[in-house]
């Protein structure tokens, strides 16, 4: 489980297949810019741009995952080497929860459709597959490459969210154009309550 608050930025170094993994899997080198490593064991999770990865190796400042083929075909970003990544160590039950919970699960790809300033903040606008639209909702929850996020707006399938100078600062969402693709996962309590109203 995650909170949705980033604790540093990184970037995929390497992505290639191994002998270890099956066809259609690939191995991350991830370099963790500031994360902290020094609590990190094989077989922890990180969310990697919101996605939960489990550590497979560290060396030489370093992180290397296995990606499943499944896991590829349901996010985006994770086979693009040079590109700057969220990552956010898994929740301990002493931690605050500052953002809102997160499984590093995925719904869906939205697109970015509008980048505006706002001040010194950004306005981003996200499309979103109709499959998710019931679990989004005005003022709810939204993990937006793993950072939570508050919707301002949702109309039809876009919703609207503001970005702080301090999320700008601390995450890769300021790099973020018109026809972006993120990797969002919805409120996981929509999710279950959807369910249990067979909505």
């Given at each position: ?8 930025t ?14 259609g ?7 963790p810019g ?18 939960c990865l ?8 370093r ?33 605050r929860?500052g953002?809102?919970?997160?499984s ?6 939205g697109?970015?459709t509008?980048?505006?300033p ?17 679990f ?18 949702m109309?039809?399938?876009i919703?609207s ?8 600062m ?15 996962e919805?409120d ?8 249990l109203?067979?909505?």
């Open positions: 489980m995650f909170t949705g608050i980033i604790q540093a990184g970037k995929i170094t390497a992505v290639h297949t191994s002998n270890a993994t099956a066809e899997d690939l191995a991350l080198t991830v370099d500031n994360l902290d490593l020094s609590d990190v064991n094989l077989g922890d999770s990180i969310a990697v741009d919101g996605v489990t550590v497979k190796s560290l060396a030489n400042q992180i290397h995952f296995d990606v499943s083929a499944e896991t590829l075909r349901c996010t985006h970003g994770l086979n693009c080497v040079d590109k700057t990544i969220n990552l956010e160590k898994a929740l301990r039950l002493a931690d929860l953002g809102h919970l997160v590093g699960h995925i719904d869906a790809i697109i970015v509008r980048c505006i706002a001040g010194e903040s950004v306005t981003l606008d996200v499309e979103v597959p109709n499959a998710i639209t019931r989004l909702t005005h003022k709810g929850s939204v993990a937006v490459n793993g950072v939570s996020l508050t919707i301002n707006q109309t039809n399938d919703f969210v503001n970005l702080i100078p301090h999320t700008l601390v995450t890769a969402l300021g790099q973020l154009q018109p026809g972006s693709p993120v990797n969002l919805t996981m309590l929509a999710r279950y309550v959807a369910r109203l067979n909505l």
